[in-house]
């Protein structure tokens, strides 16, 4: 008998978390639960998966307040699943999501300007630990290329070696090199030495406990950030996500070629840009990155 589709993603996710893919395991989560509410909990086999159906989920959670950007997230989730029955011949493809939008609306500004990073930098915290922390992850992750915060958190200290962090990105496992500066020095001698292998300040606690622990920490730190910025002036809601974005368009805005931004953020899906790009040397990209923190 086939799997029905509650069953069937729940295989997915274990496969997923089994293959240290949690980010793809915690999306594909999120997508079951909303499917589940929409369905009060009731499975469904994957020949019963049709137009009407998919139209009806979509409308509903339009219905719930959500964005487009949100529904197309979860309409691409659950049409690569499905996809996967097809291939698996669940089902016939009978093309179930051609109706609802699948598609990428362009969001707000979130990238900030040099004089919001300067404010935020020079910010007199020491009153408010917590905020201080959040700000100086924030920092961090910008003078590391807009690094994402998974890969801030779980970096190790024997990726820092000779001057420089040598980590793979968890998202595209791509390798990444980027020189150790004395600005990231500095926000690193403010916190006591992190007793566990990781570098950073951020995970220090048992390895069955870190990934929840993560997750907790991040929304904490978006939340604080969020008073930084409204204590900075900054009109955005400020999150950790703003620091990559912040990166990228001022040294885009500086004069540094698209070709050293996308190498420099590891960028590894941006398959157009690839063709064109030779690899690009270490250097290059960290006197790029030197050229912006020079800047404020």
């Not at 500095?186 to 990781?198: A, G, S």
């Not at 995970?203 to 604080?224: A, G, T, V």
């Amino acid at each position: 008998m086939n799997d029905t589709l509650f069953v069937f993603m729940e295989r997915l996710i274990a496969g997923f978390k089994n293959n240290g893919k949690y980010r793809t395991a915690e999306t594909y989560r999120s997508t079951l639960n909303s499917f589940k509410k929409f369905r009060n909990n009731l499975d469904i086999n994957f020949i019963a998966i049709d137009s009407e159906l998919v139209e009806s989920y979509e409308a509903w959670m339009r219905n719930r307040g959500l964005i487009p950007n949100t529904t197309s997230f979860y309409m691409r989730i659950l049409r690569a699943v499905y996809n996967r029955g097809v291939d698996l011949e669940y089902t016939d493809n009978r093309r179930p999501f051609r109706h609802v939008y699948t598609g990428v609306d362009r969001t707000l500004k979130r990238a900030l300007t040099l004089s919001a990073m300067r404010r935020i930098k020079t910010l007199d915290l020491t009153s408010y630990p917590s905020l201080d922390f959040a700000r100086d992850i924030f920092m961090l992750s910008f003078y590391l290329r807009g690094m994402s915060f998974i890969d801030m958190a779980f970096l190790r200290k024997s990726d820092l070696r000779y001057g420089q962090i040598v980590y793979r990105r968890r998202k595209t496992g791509q390798l990444l090199t980027i020189g150790w500066t004395g600005e990231m020095q500095q926000i690193l001698n403010k916190y006591p030495v992190n007793p566990t292998h990781y570098l950073l300040p951020i995970l220090h606690i048992h390895k069955s406990n870190e990934r929840n622990y993560y997750r907790n920490l991040s929304y904490n730190i978006n939340y604080n950030l969020k008073r930084v910025g409204s204590m900075a002036g900054i009109s955005i809601p400020l999150t950790l996500y703003v620091a990559r974005h912040s990166w990228a368009s001022i040294a885009h805005s500086n004069g540094i070629p698209v070709s050293i931004i996308s190498e420099g953020m590891g960028h590894g899906s941006e398959a157009t840009t690839r063709i064109y790009l030779a690899d690009i040397d270490t250097a290059t990209i960290d006197r790029a990155n030197a050229r912006i923190m020079k800047m404020l």
